[in-house]
């Protein structure tokens, strides 16, 4: 629980930072709905991982005085991949992230409740997320956005295979530091 609030203060000092970058407080409007709001931090993250000198311009101005390690941990999101995943499964206490473009699985953390709870068993799922390194680990960063499509059985199978491959020649990567 202590990890979790932590992550949550630094990744907030860090979104609110960057809203402050992108938009001029006159044109920040109020969100009528939930879904309003998922799509603006959705939005806020994607200028984030797609400007990504917004870290190196918030870990020099400290605006939030984080301390000394928060500090690291914010450098460290740059290590980290906004992209397309396949859920390929669930282990232990992590969600097996597989990235088609690197070729590689990530065991994946949960902040709060399982992916497995919020996502279902219908293996593989198709998400976009942003995988960032946390204390060592690998965790998402509380915004995990899901395709409404099913993968069908051929797709299933070249990816399965990918995956399998994978994890022969890589195991699954819970650090960005033992990635190779």
Request: charged letters at 30%; aromatic letters at 10%.
């Amino acid at each position: 629980k202590k990890d979790i609030s932590e992550f949550f203060n630094i990744h907030r000092s860090l979104m609110m930072y960057a809203i402050q970058k992108r938009k001029p407080a006159k044109e920040r409007g109020k969100m009528e709905t939930r879904s309003d709001m998922l799509k603006s931090v959705a939005g806020v993250r994607d200028y984030i991982t797609k400007n990504p000198e917004i870290i190196d311009e918030f870990t020099e101005e400290n605006p939030r005085n984080l301390e000394k390690e928060e500090i690291t941990i914010v450098k460290s999101w740059k290590k980290g991949i906004r992209d397309m995943f396949f859920v390929m499964g669930y282990k232990e206490d992590v969600s097996l992230f597989y990235h088609s473009k690197t070729r590689r699985c990530y065991g994946v953390l949960s902040l709060n409740d399982p992916l497995k709870k919020m996502l279902g068993n219908n293996i593989p799922i198709i998400v976009e997320a942003w995988i960032i390194p946390f204390k060592g680990k690998i965790m998402y960063d509380s915004i995990i956005e899901p395709y409404s499509v099913l993968v069908g059985n051929n797709m299933q199978k070249s990816i399965n295979e990918e995956y399998q491959q994978s994890i022969k020649e890589h195991g699954v990567i819970t650090s960005f530091e033992e990635e190779k």
